[in-house]
């Protein structure tokens, strides 16, 4: 009885149209593929491999290198969306698959490790500064205070603005 019910329903799936209907998904442009990372734009936060629900991204801030597992990223652009300084994009192609599992490399140029030093010394430069004129209101006796009192004809004489020099221009001075 069970196979005259079977071939009854075989017969029926041969002869009669799908019961369901094929859906064409598609995705937002850029949403499905292979992350991307511009280096020169990096400034290794880490906030992509800490975001990855995956963990398929390293960041080793000591060695200036960017790393990421193709095959344990599941495309949710978790990282894209959390990179402060938008280096991360997602590519159209997927990535092929493969025998062996593979890690892609990226090492910061030394362009760009200069110019994030640059940018460092000048944060110090300007947290130094601070910290100096807090204590000197601190004490009570502002520097700015002390200048027009000590010269009487630097009081006369009107202040001109002096350009300031960028953090790049500093470093080479």
């Known amino acids: 009885m069970?196979?005259?019910?079977?071939?009854?329903?075989?017969?029926?799936?041969?002869?009669?149209?799908?019961?369901?209907?094929?859906?064409?998904?598609?995705?937002?442009?850029?949403?499905?593929?292979?992350?991307?990372?511009?280096?020169?734009?990096?400034?290794?936060?880490?906030?992509?491999?800490?975001?990855?629900?995956?963990?398929a991204i390293t960041v080793d801030k000591n060695e200036k290198t960017w790393s990421i597992r193709p095959m344990s990223c599941i495309q949710c652009r978790c990282c894209v969306d959390n990179c402060p300084k938008k280096s991360l994009s997602m590519g159209l192609r997927f990535q092929e698959p493969g025998s062996e599992k593979v890690t892609k490399t990226f090492k910061q140029s030394e362009k760009a490790i200069a110019a994030q030093e640059a940018l460092m010394k000048a944060a110090k430069e300007r947290a130094a500064a601070a910290a100096a004129a807090k204590a000197a209101q601190a004490q009570g006796t502002a520097p700015a205070a002390q200048a027009p009192a000590a010269n009487p004809a630097a009081q006369a004489a009107p202040a001109t603005p002096q350009p300031q020099a960028k953090p790049e221009e500093k470093k080479e001075q």
Do not use: W
């Not at 369901?20 to 442009?29: A, Q, W």
């Not at 593929?33 to 511009?38: A, I, L, M, Q």
């Not at 734009?41 to 992509?48: A, E, S, V």
């Open 2 to 55: 069970a196979i005259v019910s079977f071939n009854k329903t075989v017969l029926h799936n041969l002869f009669s149209k799908p019961k369901t209907r094929k859906v064409e998904k598609e995705y937002p442009e850029g949403t499905r593929g292979h992350v991307e990372n511009d280096m020169d734009l990096c400034i290794l936060c880490g906030l992509c491999s800490i975001k990855c629900p995956t963990h």
